[in-house]
Antibody
């Protein structure tokens, strides 16, 4: 079965970077996109960016341009997401999800990773 | 940027029909998906490509999309349907994805 398993809770200080992982299984890794979505406490879902593992092609949301980097490791079917220059506004649950090429929806989601940014 | 607007909340009695709308410029020209998120859980896809249901999603969930508004309908709403619901689309102009503002459904 399709699974997306995310790395564990992170606590970071302002100005630091965080690196999150999303390990996939149960399907052909290079046939589907991986997206990152975050949700601040009590807020809605916010799309951050997407990576096509087949060609290592990425598209980032305008809000995160210059601060986010998504990479993939085909040997472990894992996608990593680094977010730099953290502020308290980056405190959120971060989700990875599988994206369907050409149809623009996300059918399987990871369990989420809580990132807390605090001095 | 492309925006999707949803009403913040809706209340419904068990067994009634719930309608959740999502508005955006020429939204009918795009594919819309809907996600259900229960408290403390990851989102779950309930509708994709405007009106298709993934395997395992009850038939009481249906969707439509025309002109500037997409609608998620829950027929015979059950207490287990209490959750936040988000619409989502892809904007071809910017090649970016966007989520709606979310609607909290309360089943009284």
């Amino acid at each position: 079965q399709v699974r997306l398993v995310q790395s564990g809770t992170e606590v970071k200080k302002p100005g630091a970077s965080v690196n999150l992982s999303c390990k996939t299984s149960g399907y052909t890794f290079t046939n589907y996109y991986i997206v990152w979505v975050r949700q601040a406490p009590g807020q809605g879902l916010e799309w951050m960016g997407i990576i096509n593992p087949s060609g290592d092609i990425t598209t980032y949301g305008q809000k995160f341009q210059g601060r986010v980097t998504m990479t993939r490791d085909t040997s472990t079917s894992t996608v990593n997401m680094e977010l730099s220059s953290l502020t308290s506004d980056d405190t959120a649950v971060y989700y990875c999800a599988r994206g369907i090429p050409s149809y623009y929806y996300f059918d399987y989601w990871g369990q989420g990773t809580l990132v807390t940014v605090s001095s | 940027s492309y925006d999707l607007t949803q009403s913040p909340s809706v209340s419904v009695s068990p067994g009634q029909t719930t309608s959740i709308t999502c508005s955006g410029y020429k939204l009918g020209d795009k594919y819309v998906s809907w996600y259900q998120q229960k408290s403390g859980q990851s989102p779950v896809l309930v509708i994709y490509q405007d009106n298709k249901r993934p395997s395992g999603i009850p038939a009481r969930f249906s969707g439509s999309n025309s002109e500037n508004t997409a609608t998620l309908t829950i027929s015979g709403t059950q207490t287990m349907d209490e959750a936040d619901y988000y619409c989502q689309t892809w904007d071809s102009t910017t090649a970016l994805y966007v989520f709606g503002t979310g609607t909290k459904v309360t089943v009284l």
